[in-house]
């Protein structure tokens, strides 16, 4: 993590980015720069300065609830068809991964059609971010990054494989917890993937 890169912390992007907006720049530059030089010092200060505000044991559910907060760190610029529509698949999936404290209290038949959407989410992005490839193989700004670009995409696959895995436990010992905290580190590498990707674009522009 560069000194000007946002930390990969979903506390950072849905509880303290929002709050530094309402800064002035100046001031909010300087409270940002503060946070992500104390989180690359000490992993994890976001997450326990934020659990330490709010004083409440289940920080996980908390924070995916709150997971569909946009946060302009990580929102492409829209001028291209494209990019507009990349931001519109990830915001898609962070909706319904943050729903997922309200729906697993449904019945399994509603949560499973549930599943299902996001299952598809997850493969509409995955399909756009292929696409923002193959139509940018001729960009040196694409072709330049091309190393980080792959390795974000596979930690988001990864990510993905991993949430599955935890529903698959979920329905064998009815412990919601490590869904909660699989689907936030989903949302967390789909915001850096999507922050990868608004870094190559800017490069280019």
Same mark, same amino acid.
């Given at each position: 993590?560069?000194?000007?890169?946002?930390?990969? !912390?979903? @506390?950072?992007?849905?509880?303290?980015?929002?709050?530094?907006?309402?800064?002035?720049?100046?001031? @909010?530059?300087?409270?940002?720069?503060? *946070?992500?030089?104390?989180?690359?010092?000490?992993?994890? *200060?976001? +997450?326990?300065?934020?659990?330490?505000?709010?004083?409440?044991?289940?920080?996980?559910?908390?924070?995916?609830?709150?997971? !569909?907060?946009?946060?302009?760190?990580?929102?492409?610029?829209?001028?291209?068809?494209? +990019?507009?529509?990349?931001?519109?698949? @990830?915001?898609?999936?962070?909706?319904?991964?943050?729903?997922?404290?309200?729906? &697993?209290?449904?019945?399994?038949? $509603? $949560?499973?059609?549930?599943?299902?959407? &996001?299952?598809?989410?997850?493969?509409?992005?995955? #399909?756009?971010?292929?696409? *923002?490839?193959?139509?940018?193989? #001729?960009?040196?700004?694409?072709?330049?990054?091309?190393?980080?670009?792959? +390795?974000?995409?596979?930690? $988001?696959?990864?990510?993905?494989?991993?949430?599955?895995?935890?529903?698959?436990?979920?329905?064998?010992?009815?412990?919601?917890?490590?869904?909660?905290?699989?689907?936030?580190?989903? &949302?967390?590498?789909?915001?850096?993937?999507?922050?990868?990707?608004? &870094?190559?674009?800017?490069?280019?522009?």
């Amino acid at each position: 993590m560069s000194s000007s890169e946002p930390p990969p !912390s979903l @506390a950072f992007s849905t509880v303290i980015a929002p709050l530094l907006n309402k800064f002035s720049k100046d001031q @909010a530059k300087s409270l940002r720069d503060a *946070f992500v030089f104390a989180e690359k010092q000490n992993p994890g *200060f976001i +997450h326990d300065f934020v659990a330490g505000v709010i004083q409440n044991e289940d920080m996980t559910e908390i924070l995916l609830r709150l997971g !569909s907060t946009e946060c302009t760190e990580y929102l492409i610029s829209q001028d291209i068809a494209l +990019h507009a529509l990349l931001n519109k698949k @990830a915001q898609t999936l962070r909706l319904l991964l943050s729903s997922i404290p309200d729906q &697993i209290k449904e019945k399994i038949s $509603f $949560f499973a059609k549930q599943l299902k959407d &996001i299952a598809q989410s997850i493969k509409d992005l995955l #399909n756009c971010v292929n696409n *923002f490839y193959q139509s940018n193989t #001729n960009n040196p700004a694409v072709m330049q990054n091309k190393r980080l670009f792959d +390795h974000q995409k596979k930690n $988001f696959v990864r990510c993905s494989k991993a949430f599955s895995d935890s529903l698959r436990n979920y329905f064998k010992d009815n412990q919601p917890s490590i869904v909660f905290l699989s689907a936030n580190k989903l &949302i967390t590498q789909t915001n850096v993937l999507m922050r990868t990707i608004k &870094i190559i674009t800017e490069k280019d522009s």
